[in-house]
Nanobody
Framework: QVQLVESGGGLVQAGDSLRLSCAAS?????????MGWFRQAPGKEREFVGR????????LYANSVKGRFTISGDNAKNTVYLQMNSLKPEDTAVYYC???????????????WGQGTQVTVSS
């Protein structure tokens, strides 16, 4: 099975950018159908942010981040990235990555969650 570790979070101001990384070990993330990014704000449900398929040809974003966030993958480094631009205070959350073999955006269909990385956007 795969182990996932997120990194790159931090405290930024509105309008700033951050790049999150999700490093996989134990198994290539490309062996799964999708690698997904989710986020969870305090008191809220875990929310789909976006997903990328194993060859990078199929990428889907939540409407709330479309045009601001970009997902990419580096198979050689076994790492998936989440480039976040034009950050807003409402993007504040713990960001998680996970993998899935289902055509789904539901957190219930994703597995092997990382520990998460905190992103805080101040106004």
């Amino acid at each position: 099975q795969v182990q996932l570790v997120e990194s790159g979070g931090g405290l930024v101001q509105a309008g700033d950018s951050l790049r999150l990384s999700c490093a996989a070990s134990g198994r290539a993330f490309s062996s799964y159908l999708f690698m997904g990014w989710f986020r969870q704000a305090p008191g809220k449900e875990r929310e789909f942010v976006g997903r990328i398929n194993s060859n990078g040809a199929n990428i889907l974003y939540a409407n709330s981040v479309k045009g601001r966030f970009t997902i990419s993958g580096d198979n050689a480094k076994n790492t998936v990235y989440l480039q976040m631009n034009s950050l807003k205070p409402e993007d504040t959350a713990v960001y998680y990555c996970a993998v899935s073999n289902r055509w789904s955006i539901s957190a219930r269909d994703f597995n092997f969650w990382g520990q998460g990385t905190q992103v805080t956007v101040s106004s």
